[in-house]
């Protein structure tokens, strides 16, 4: 193997190299996940600022992960970091940071609280494998070198790409847009010509709001390109004659699409038929209802970020298209995580249990009581034989321990927030 790293070719160093540093770079490789979850709780608690959301704590663990990750492969194969470029995930922070107006400094401070912790780290693997006091010495010397340049290199590439990044949001229009977006959110413009002046799309028109993500960024492939063209689809489903999109950071946008025509559910309904060309592979999209002016872009976006919170409790099934009406119960009803997870296993009992059988049953039972306890409508839905259809309600009867011909409305939105309950039970345990 060829040895870059200038500092590994004295025949000392490479035996300390191959007996200490390769195996702690393994467990450095294997430990990636755990190290980037304790460093962003550090950041967390030192940062606060930086960190305003679930989605960029997320983005942050992804980044930080590639990065040991990275790391790690630099020290086991005796590369010069001096040469490699940052993971993409990395770089998308930093840029994304210009747009969530985060400060260089603290980005940078960033850095700097990530090297020391990953260095207290390192430290104490070396200490512990290396037990002669010379081996020990030159282990570390070694690490220290690796590690510095590897943070000063990310440090420099992170800020050309935040400088380059600020340099396109000071000259375009998006700062004044992102400006404008906020204000309308927070229910402070209420001047429709103005608001589509500053936005440069008409807001009196029929809309549906939309957030669209991934859950990390692609090896190949711009992810705010991709997210774009989740809009560019979906307009062309609705026919839609003009498109607004903003970043809500490196892995999510937000948008809207609108026409002067009325959009209505049946509109949403021949999105849904065609989910799968609509939207592009690896990319989730949630929806809001139709809305009309400039109270009806403000609602239909908050319907589509609520549509995107159950989504992330539900995880992926709950498809790549999930409208707001189709989840509204479970969103109303999971603000209270704690609460909402009691409700669902009091209600249910053994019917929340996390089976893929169970969770059948829990499905058709949800569907036949939607459909009034018809089991023709509820076997087309779930395109099963309405013989089946009964089967099951028995089924789930049974395992309820009662009929369900009483307490229907406890039942039908504990069945409706089923789907969630994982996601709200694993919150709760990263909570504590």
Do not use: C
Request: glycine share 6%; aromatic share 6%.
């Amino acid at each position: 193997m060829e040895v870059e790293w200038p500092s590994v070719r004295e025949p000392a160093a490479q035996r300390v190299w191959r007996k200490v540093l390769r195996p702690v770079a393994a467990e450095m490789q294997a430990s990636a996940g755990d190290l980037a979850k304790r460093a962003v709780a550090r950041m967390q608690t030192e940062l606060p600022g930086l960190f305003p959301d679930a989605q960029t704590v997320e983005e942050n663990l992804v980044s930080t992960e590639a990065s040991l990750r990275q790391l790690a492969q630099i020290i086991e194969l005796a590369w010069d970091p001096r040469r490699l470029d940052l993971p993409p995930s990395t770089l998308a922070i930093a840029r994304s940071g210009v747009q969530r107006q985060v400060a260089l400094t603290d980005l940078m401070r960033f850095y700097r609280l990530a090297q020391e912790q990953v260095w207290q780290w390192m430290f104490t693997r070396i200490t512990a494998t290396a037990r002669d006091a010379s081996d020990q010495a030159t282990a570390l010397e070694l690490a220290t070198n690796w590690l510095f340049a590897y943070a000063d290199g990310a440090m420099v590439r992170a800020e050309q790409a935040y400088e380059v990044e600020l340099d396109v949001w000071l000259r375009g229009t998006a700062a004044t847009r992102a400006a404008a977006i906020g204000e309308i959110l927070a229910g402070r413009e209420r001047d429709a010509q103005r608001a589509s002046t500053r936005l440069r799309y008409e807001v009196n028109r029929h809309h549906i709001g939309a957030i669209a993500w991934v859950e990390q960024a692609p090896e190949n492939g711009d992810v705010q390109s991709i997210l774009g063209d989740a809009f560019t689809g979906l307009a062309r489903v609705l026919e839609a004659e003009s498109t607004l999109v903003h970043p809500l950071g490196s892995l999510a946008v937000a948008g809207w699409v609108s026409r002067r025509r009325v959009l209505a559910v049946g509109d949403l309904d021949a999105v849904m038929g065609v989910r799968t060309q609509a939207v592009p592979p690896g990319v989730r999209m949630a929806l809001g209802d139709p809305g009309r002016g400039l109270e009806g872009l403000r609602r239909t976006h908050v319907e589509a970020n609520h549509a995107r919170r159950v989504a992330s409790l539900v995880g992926l099934r709950g498809g790549v298209l999930i409208r707001y009406r189709d989840v509204a119960v479970a969103a109303l009803a999971t603000t209270d995580r704690d609460h909402a997870q009691s409700f669902i296993t009091r209600v249910l009992g053994r019917l929340a249990a996390d089976d893929e059988t169970t969770y059948r049953l829990a499905t058709t039972l949800s569907v036949y009581l939607e459909e009034n306890r018809s089991r023709i409508r509820t076997a087309e839905r779930l395109t099963v034989h309405p013989n089946t259809v009964s089967y099951r309600v028995r089924q789930a009867e049974e395992v309820l321990g009662r009929s369900v011909d009483t307490e229907t409305l406890d039942l039908q939105v504990a069945l409706a927030m089923l789907p969630a309950l994982p996601g709200l039970a694993h919150a709760r345990v990263e909570e504590l």
